[in-house]
């Protein structure tokens, strides 16, 4: 089945960083990242929380190279959260998660530094590949991705990943990927979401996170 396809695209959007903070600057911006990033108590009472993958692996894919460079600068100067993977316990599947995490980076110039690679043409080409790779065996599949129209923070881009496959047995499996990716001063928000039809609205999660950011930054 395409199940747990969010880590492997968040892996090659690089959503997560493995260094920890060392000066008392970059301790503040671990406890802000911490502080604004999304809980279980910002979704239904009905969700539930896994633990996240390790997504600190390049991607290994070759359209993937900008994101993978952006995400090992960033190893080197920002603090960084990682959401679990929240899961909605309706979906039988179990394919219905959002997963994301924020960045804090000493000033907003790396922040848009980390952020330029996203807005740019080839990470629809990244996300076109990883969604390629996943339909490997597959006999029959169609990959499409297209871009969302986002409007937060001060800058903003989204991406949807629609996926789907049949098997040797003629079952065919879908799953269908938001990625959105929003810069907020010096902070950066990666959230995505999947779900077998449609994924789960991410506006309001987003704006929860900005939100919290303007008190904290």
């Known amino acids: 089945m395409l199940r747990r396809l969010l880590p492997a695209l968040a892996i090659a959007c690089a959503a997560v960083l493995v260094a920890a903070p060392a000066g008392a600057g970059e301790a503040d911006d671990q406890q802000i990242a911490e502080d604004v990033s999304l809980t279980l108590d910002d979704f239904p009472d009905d969700w539930e929380a896994e633990p996240s993958s390790d997504l600190g692996e390049p991607s290994g894919i070759d359209e993937c190279e900008a994101l993978d460079d952006a995400t090992a600068t960033a190893l080197e100067v920002a603090a960084y959260e990682e959401t679990p993977l929240f899961v909605d316990p309706d979906d039988p599947s179990g394919e219905t998660t959002v997963e994301g995490a924020v960045f804090v980076f000493p000033k907003a110039k790396a922040a848009k530094r980390y952020f330029r690679p996203y807005a740019d043409d080839a990470a629809r080409e990244c996300f076109q590949a990883v969604g390629d790779a996943t ?54 928000v990666n959230l995505g979401g999947q779900g077998p039809e449609e994924p789960p609205d991410l506006d309001e999660l987003i704006d929860t996170v900005l939100e919290r950011l303007d008190d904290e930054l």
Do not use: F, K, M
């Not at 339909?135 to 903003?156: I, K, N």
């Open 135 to 188: 339909v490997e065996g597959y006999p029959e599949s169609e990959v499409g991705t297209s871009d969302l129209r986002v409007s937060a923070g001060d800058a903003a881009v989204g991406y949807r990943l629609e996926i789907e496959g049949t098997n040797d047995a003629g079952v065919t499996d879908s799953v269908v990927l938001d990625l959105i990716v929003v810069r907020q001063g010096r902070a950066v």
